[in-house]
Every structure is written in C-alpha cells, then in structure tokens.
C-alpha cells in the first residue's frame, strides 16, 4: 500500500486540489493507496474538507511541520510514504517514478518544484540560482518526499528540533542509507509566499537562518514566515 501524508494548517483555500490530484496520480494503479491528512491545529474547515474527500483525518496541536509528518507516518498502514505539502500538485509521473526508484533500491527522493501563478522578477532569478544549487546537492524538498516506511524508522522520521529545513536533515539522513533520487518532473506548488512577502523579508528571513545555523531553526517564534498563518486571501483584504 501507499500512504499519502499530507501535513495541513489552515489549508481549505488549497486543500481539495491538493487531494483531487493525489487521487488523479494513482487512478489506475495496481497499488492499494490511502490518504491521511495531519491536521495541526486548524481553525478553519480542513478537517471537514478532508474527510470530504475520504481522506483519513489525524489531528495534533503541535504547530510544526515534523511534528505533523511523524504523526502521519505513524498513522500510515502503507510500506511506501510520500510526503505531500497541503498546497503541492503531484501527477502520475511521480507516483510511479517515485515508486520505480524505491523498487530499484533508492532510500528515498524527492522531486524539484515549480511555483503556481505569478511570482516577482526577483523571486524566479532567486529561485532558479537556490534550485541549482540546492538540488545540485542531492537534497529533497519539503513539499514532494517519498521513502519506505522500513527507511523511515531507521532515520528516526523527521527530527522535532527543527521548525524549518528538517527535510534537509531527513534528506541527509535517508542518504546514509542508500541513493537519493530526485525527480526531473516538478511537482506544482504554491507561490503564495512569494507573492506576500517582500524581497527583504524572505531573503533576510534566510540570511539569518543560514548565519544563524542549526540553532535559528530550532526557535519557532522566530520563523514568522513559516508559521504565522497568513494565507493569501488575508493578505488581499
């Protein structure tokens, strides 16, 4: 079986097509496959929509996105996970690419992502010069990861120190295992961030992580752009 997770706050603006296109990507398959949706303390209807759409609704008060995807893991019945950002679009492609690299031996993967909508000048020149060098390096991202749940335990799941970049940590970590396989086919995600914070604030909010290290990481209060809530329809009123 396959186990989709899809770690959710506050994501009924997204949240239905993020599971429409999950079930698009495996109709047809010969897997049996189950969606579980880690609801981490909303306030907004995205348990409901989720259970709208059949998946299976777990619920932690926790706020931090490792603490959501371990509780997916743990909830999951299937000997493969794939880790889906609540406002990332997979296909078919990565399913069954996804699935040949774990057949074939790979500890896991991930795949690089393209941004929805309208995105700034200067966020497509960041983006394509941080993509080079970040997959460049062989490391997952957050929105799109996939391993077997036998990897999983032995990495320990994603690390609960860290309030942002522990797909880097968990991505090293499946690399001590074996091959890490990153995906030519993006995964669609959203710009939404890009479209509501300035130049200065993303790119001052990663300078201070990258100087501040592993500590900066570890401090929820000052990761603002990760986990004030803010979606894109609060920032157009």
């Known amino acids: 079986m396959i186990s989709f997770i899809v770690p959710a706050y506050n994501e009924e603006a997204e949240l239905s097509s993020t599971l429409a296109a999950i079930r698009a990507a495996v109709s047809g398959a010969a897997q049996p496959f189950e969606i579980i949706v880690v609801d981490d303390a909303s306030t907004d209807a995205t348990s ?4 709208q759409a059949g998946a299976q609704v777990v619920s932690i008060h926790r706020r931090q996105i490792a603490a959501a995807r371990n509780a997916g893991a743990c909830a999951a019945r299937g000997e493969y996970l794939f880790f889906i950002d609540a ?18 031996g790979y500890a896991g993967g991930s795949a690089r992502g393209v941004m929805d909508g309208f995105i700034p000048l200067w966020s497509r020149i960041f983006l394509r010069a941080f993509c080079t060098l970040y997959f460049g390096l062989n490391l997952g991202a957050g929105a799109f990861l996939f391993t077997t749940r036998r990897n999983f335990a032995a990495t320990g799941g994603f690390d609960e120190q860290y309030f942002a970049g522990e797909e880097v940590y968990f991505s090293l970590a499946l690399r001590k295992l074996g091959r890490f396989k990153v995906l030519r086919e993006p995964v669609l995600t959203s710009g939404r961030k890009l479209r509501m914070y300035s130049a200065k604030e993303i790119l001052g909010t990663l300078l201070i992580m990258i100087v501040g290290g592993p500590r900066m990481a570890r401090s929820r209060a000052r990761l603002g752009m990760w986990y004030d809530g803010k979606r894109e329809r609060d920032a157009a009123c």
């Not at 409901?48 to 259970?51: G, R, V």
């Not at 406002?87 to 074939?104: C, K, S, W, Y």
């Open 48 to 51: 409901e929509i989720a259970e």
């Open 87 to 104: 406002d990332t679009r997979i296909n078919r492609t990565h399913v069954t690419q996804g699935m040949a690299a774990l057949e074939g």
